[in-house]
């Protein structure tokens, strides 16, 4: 019997490695992905041991490379033409911006403007898709963690190989959309929008984030107009996050409109009245300068 070389036996090895990589990343659905998400992949295979010719328990730097390199040269894998960094898996169909960018970046969302058209609480199509991502610390703290639940028995042994996670860097345009980012530590809420990968603000984060930031959704005069169609419509969905805002002026700007630009006598929203400071110099448009027009009930200059 003669006796198979040990580069063959490499050979047949990383072919059903990489045929079974490149099974299991056509399987995820998930038409762009990361260094991190290939290895965790190329993890599972291990794992599971039902790829032949494997010859430890765990990938080595040199079989994650040499099996990310096959699936490349086997028109599997193509770098992205967006996200450096971030793989296209080419057998699945490419997706759209919106699609995109909650593919490289797992805990952003799209918000404001964006939002409120998918909602349908504005006739206006901004050219720009706005999303709403963790600051730089935040993410750095999300990431780890999940890096860290994810691998946390092979992380205890020395010298175990575990690729690194990094945070996605979204360029200014994602298939061809010019993208408008607002980085955030309060990480706000969101759901998944049904039949794809886009996260979308939760209908009451928008409501907040009107108030939050007028100018990502175009403008003062226009959130005012929204909120006089759309509130009372909305309003338990409002009134619950509003409750949780992080920041106290959320809910002077929206009891002011709720309950005297709305007239809508709540006893809830009556309550934020607590968090209204007299002497402050507090705005209803934080765009705007300071008016004379005044809210003697919400401390709140009244300047659009």
Request: charged letters at 25%; glycine letters at 6%; aromatic letters at 10%.
């Amino acid at each position: 019997m003669v006796k198979k070389s040990a580069p063959f036996e490499d050979l047949k090895r990383m072919t059903y490695l990489g045929e079974a990589l490149a099974e299991l990343l056509v399987q995820s659905k998930r038409p762009l992905v990361s260094n991190y998400e290939i290895f965790s992949h190329l993890w599972q295979l291990y794992a599971q041991g039902d790829v032949k010719y494997l010859r430890s328990e765990h990938p080595s730097p040199n079989s994650y490379q040499r099996t990310k390199s096959l699936l490349k040269s086997e028109g599997i894998l193509r770098k992205d033409a967006d996200y450096r960094g971030l793989w296209r898996v080419l057998p699945l169909s490419d997706v759209p911006a919106d699609e995109a960018v909650c593919l490289a970046d797992p805990f952003c969302y799209i918000s404001h403007l964006s939002a409120m058209q998918r909602y349908g609480l504005t006739d206006r199509r901004p050219e720009a898709l706005f999303i709403t991502q963790p600051d730089h610390a935040t993410m750095r703290a999300l990431l780890n963690k999940h890096r860290q639940e994810k691998f946390e028995q092979a992380l205890a042994v020395q010298g175990r190989f575990i690729e690194r996670i990094t945070a996605p860097k979204h360029p200014a345009k994602v298939r061809e959309r010019p993208l408008s980012i607002l980085a955030s530590r309060h990480l706000g809420h969101y759901r998944e929008v049904r039949g794809g990968f886009a996260r979308i603000a939760s209908i009451g984060q928008t409501f907040l984030d009107m108030v939050e930031f007028p100018e990502r959704c175009g403008g003062m005069r226009h959130v005012l107009d929204v909120w006089d169609e759309h509130a009372e419509t909305y309003l338990e969905e409002i009134i619950a996050r509003i409750d949780t805002a992080p920041k106290d002026i959320h809910k002077i700007r929206a009891g002011y409109i709720l309950s005297e630009h709305l007239g809508i006598r709540d006893a809830r929203v009556l309550l934020w009245q607590a968090y209204a400071q007299r002497g402050g110099s507090r705005v209803l448009d934080p765009e705007r300068p300071y008016s004379d027009h005044f809210s003697e009930d919400w401390m709140l200059s009244i300047n659009v």
